[in-house]
């Protein structure tokens, strides 16, 4: 059975998309079949840690959603990133980033619905063992549907009074809708935090479980979303915590 996995994040900026993709690469770099969807129409990303632009990207979410092809032709084959040895299958479908097609999607919407089908149609076509969701922040249309359908969400926040307000939101709301299994991840934690009570604080506010308590890193900062971090810095204190995340996820 394929795992339908959503992350997600109450407000941007607490590296949601970053962790995606690390989590997505590293699974597929394990053997199996990972595919990771943008949904994040209006403001994509999700893209450029894979080294995707405006004239490589063909078709998009956005050509799918529009009845401009189907949704198998929309996935990227990312596995060229993981290099050797590992029998994993990494795709990607990207949001168009062209700003024509992002004022439509701001004008006229599009139908929710088909997104659903859309889901199911790239785990049956691509053979995918794992479906990740890179959400819009906060909450929406799509991003309740996304939650929905989902065996785990992983709601991603910093240890700040803001998102832990947010947090509170979506985790009442994912209670609401059923989901099997909710999981939160603390990122960008500061140096001088103490991990373990970063965790129990969350823990005890959310009644949630904690699948990992991830450190701010300068590394990560410095490489600036110019790839996969987990696959250029394998044997980085952070790619281990990604790897805690990633078994976490699929458990």
Known sequence: ?????????????????????NVAALLAGQGRHVGVVDTDIQS?????????DEDNIGHSLNDYLWGKCDIA???????????????GKLFLIPSSIRAGEITRVLREGYDVGLLNEGFHELIRQLKLDVLMIDTHPG?????LLSIAISHVVAIILRPDQQDYQG???????????GVPRLVLI?????????????RARVEATYQAEVAAVLPHSDDMMALASAGIFA?????????????????????
């Open 73 to 87: 032709e929309t996935a990227h084959d990312a596995t060229p990133y993981l290099g050797t040895d590992h029998g």
């Open 1 to 21: 059975m394929s795992t339908i996995i959503a992350v997600h994040s109450f407000r941007g900026g607490t590296g949601k998309s970053n962790t995606t993709a």
């Open 231 to 251: 696959l250029r810095c394998p044997d980085h204190a952070m790619t281990a915590e990604l790897r805690r995340v990633a078994a976490a996820l699929v458990a």
């Open 139 to 143: 909450l929406n249309e799509e991003t």
């Open 167 to 177: 947090t509170g939101v979506t985790v009442e709301v994912a209670r609401k809708l």
């Open 44 to 52: 994509p990303g999700l893209h450029v840690l894979f080294g995707l």
């Open 186 to 198: 603390v990122n960008k934690v500061p140096q001088i935090f103490d991990p373990g009570e970063v």
